[in-house]
């Protein structure tokens, strides 16, 4: 039986539920208001004890039994909270202990467990009261921008290694709720080069057929709308056709694949533009 079914048996359903009335009696949405961000706080302190006995209770390994093989399994079972966000819960419990004033922080009920769990993945002694005032005084969307761009930075820093590099390519996509297809990838530099030469070659050639098609009707409508469009929109469109061509023109070459491969010269070319005067001068 799990801790959350325990709890509302032993009568922590019937408190909420003879106090809800009384609860939600204001004159004034802003009586309401203050109410709910005074439960929010209560919120966050709570959320702080549950993490803090949460690492207490793996540190003892109390988890240890009947087969159970992680405190996120036992969570999972226990507490209904999902393996992934059980992992990332007991991550956070962990990392308070060695963040003193963001634990005092979270304990007073001041930072939201969203703001701390962002916080947690890139904070140090360092940069710990830096993160904190911006936690404090923005929203937890900020956080979230700020430690992204703590962990490029920190990225950058990094030194480059070209088998490392190719090691770390990918390409992920997935559809959303609307059916529209989300798509990520990071590709090393010669092979994102030529991925990037693509799009920027279909969207040029795009604009021009859009403008000779526009000069044979004697109208602006193909111009108009490709300029309205952002370049975001302009990429995007650049990689749908860039895929229908390739579906509509590929070659079989058996030796690499089914799929026609660029020679090693061609990958990379250098052009070079000289004046005639300045092969003139040269000349003479």
């Not at 070459?253 to 533009?273: K, S």
Request: proline share 1%.
């Amino acid at each position: 039986m799990g801790l959350m079914h325990c709890a509302f048996e032993n009568g922590f359903e019937d408190h909420l539920t003879d106090n809800a009335n009384d609860e939600f009696k204001y004159d004034s949405d802003a009586e309401l208001a203050d109410k709910i961000t005074e439960l929010a706080g209560h919120i966050n302190a709570f959320t702080y004890r549950f993490l803090k006995a949460l690492a207490e209770f793996d540190r003892r390994k109390g988890w240890n039994k009947n087969g159970i093989s992680s405190c996120s399994h036992w969570l999972n079972w226990k507490c209904s909270i999902s393996a992934t966000t059980a992992r990332e819960k007991l991550r956070v419990a962990h990392c308070l202990d060695k963040l003193p004033k963001t634990n005092a922080a979270f304990k007073s009920g001041v930072l939201s467990y969203s703001k701390v769990r962002a916080m947690t993945r890139v904070a140090t002694d360092d940069n710990e009261d830096i993160l904190l005032d911006v936690a404090i005084g923005g929203t937890a969307s900020h956080m979230e921008r700020l430690v992204r761009r703590y962990q490029q930075v920190d990225e950058n820093q990094q030194p480059i290694d070209q088998g490392d590099e190719y090691q770390q390519r990918r390409f992920d996509y997935y559809q959303d709720k609307t059916g529209m297809w989300v798509l990520r990838g990071r590709l090393p530099q010669v092979e994102g080069g030529l991925f990037i030469k693509a799009i920027e070659e279909v969207i040029r050639q795009q604009y021009k057929n859009a403008s000779a098609e526009a000069s044979a009707v004697e109208s602006e409508g193909p111009v108009e709308s490709l300029e309205k469009a952002t370049f975001t929109q302009k990429r995007a469109d650049g990689l749908a056709a860039l895929a229908e061509h390739f579906i509509a023109t590929a070659t079989v070459d058996d030796e690499n694949g089914g799929i026609t491969a660029l020679a090693g010269h061609e990958r990379c070319q250098v052009v070079l533009h000289v004046q005639a005067e300045t092969l003139k001068a040269e000349h003479h």
